[in-house]
Nanobody
Framework: QVQLVESGGGLVQPGGSLRLSCAASGVIFRFYATAWYRQAPGKPRELVATVTVGGSTKYTDSAKGRFTISRDNVKNTVYLQMNNLEPEDTAVYYC???????????WGQGTQVTVSS
């Protein structure tokens, strides 16, 4: 059974930092591309950052320069380091594992990030 367990969310002031983690089990983690998405209230889920099997990273414009995605294939974990957080970053953050062009696709349960003073 595949499980993705996210952690690290919480309440932070503008300009603060958080590090999200997503631990995977039940899959051969190193075979999967990994990503972080987020969904703010009343908005569709949107991609934040991706890291491929080979370690290449991509970011959306809102994440560039502030967020860093990384993966540890020994710990079967993907991370999202978020710095200089803004109120607009408030959302539920979800990790995603995918391969075979998305035919095989797994989601975590989400972790709430709230940026507020």
């Amino acid at each position: 059974q595949v499980q993705l367990v996210e952690s690290g969310g919480g309440l932070v002031q503008p300009g603060g930092s958080l590090r999200l983690s997503c631990a995977a089990s039940g899959v051969i983690f190193r075979f999967y591309a990994t990503a972080w998405y987020r969904q703010a209230p009343g908005k569709p889920r949107e991609l934040v950052a991706t890291v491929t099997v080979g370690g290449s990273t991509k970011y959306t414009d809102s994440a560039k320069g502030r967020f860093t995605i990384s993966r540890d294939n020994v710990k079967n974990t993907v991370y999202l380091q978020m710095n200089n957080l803004e109120p607009e970053d408030t959302a539920v953050y979800y990790c995603n594992l995918a391969r075979l062009g998305g035919v095989e696709n797994y989601w975590g349960q989400g972790t709430q990030v709230t940026v507020s003073s």
